[in-house]
């Protein structure tokens, strides 16, 4: 790939993020995909990191799950929703799931490809009576895009972006 074929590449990745908005109204077979933030005001917060090497490298320039988990908690909790621990969700059978997934990957050494997925899972039972269920996605918005190595700290800005409409969403229908 001839230098000029990079810059363009890395310019049209790091300028132009793709974003993809599934819990938007009417998204999804028959508007299904945001029909089902009502109703739940307990969650719980789960950060799925890349994998370790990669975890590593953002880690060198101050991104951290401890941190992306704290700063979704507290915008959630200053939106007015409970924030519980995993361990308690399980056994609350009205507790969601909101999970941050960081993918991250480096093509070449100009930029670091970065996807962010925060999405919204569910509990629903298997069976009328019984303590049995299963999980389901209700919500999800994310974005894709590229990064230099000095401006990965912006994933926190990035995640702030996804959480804020999540919170909107979560408003609007609560």
Same mark, same amino acid.
């Given at each position: ?11 049209l990745l790091g300028i132009f993020s793709a974003q993809t908005n599934a819990g938007? =109204? ?14 739940? +005001?307990? %969650?719980?917060? +789960?950060?799925? &990191? =890349? ?5 590593? *490298?953002?880690?060198?320039?101050? $991104? ?7 700063? $979704? ?8 929703? +409970?924030?519980?621990?995993? #361990? ?11 999970? /941050?997934?960081?993918? $991250?990957?480096? &093509?070449?050494? /100009?930029?670091?490809?970065?996807? !962010?997925? /925060?999405? %919204?899972?569910?509990? #629903? ?11 389901v996605e209700t919500w999800s918005d994310g974005l894709v895009g590229g990064l230099?190595?000095? *401006? !990965? =700290? ?9 959480? *804020?409409?999540?919170?909107?969403a979560y408003q609007t229908q609560n």
């Amino acid at each position: 790939m001839s230098k000029y074929t990079c810059i363009i590449y890395s310019i049209l990745l790091g300028i132009f993020s793709a974003q993809t908005n599934a819990g938007s =109204p009417g998204a999804g077979p028959q508007g299904f995909t945001n029909s089902s933030l009502k109703g739940f +005001h307990t %969650v719980a917060v +789960h950060i799925d &990191p =890349p994998e370790a090497p990669y975890y590593a *490298d953002i880690s060198r320039y101050g $991104v951290s799950r401890t941190k992306l988990e704290e700063q $979704v908690t507290k915008r959630l909790q200053d939106a007015g929703i +409970h924030v519980i621990s995993l #361990a308690q969700a399980i056994e609350d059978p009205a507790a969601a799931l909101i999970e /941050l997934r960081l993918r $991250v990957a480096m &093509p070449n050494n /100009l930029y670091y490809s970065i996807g !962010l997925n /925060l999405s %919204v899972r569910r509990k #629903a039972t298997l069976a009328p009576g019984n303590n049995a269920y299963y999980s389901v996605e209700t919500w999800s918005d994310g974005l894709v895009g590229g990064l230099a190595q000095t *401006d !990965l =700290p912006k994933i926190y800005t990035y995640t702030s972006q996804i959480v *804020d409409r999540f919170i909107a969403a979560y408003q609007t229908q609560n």
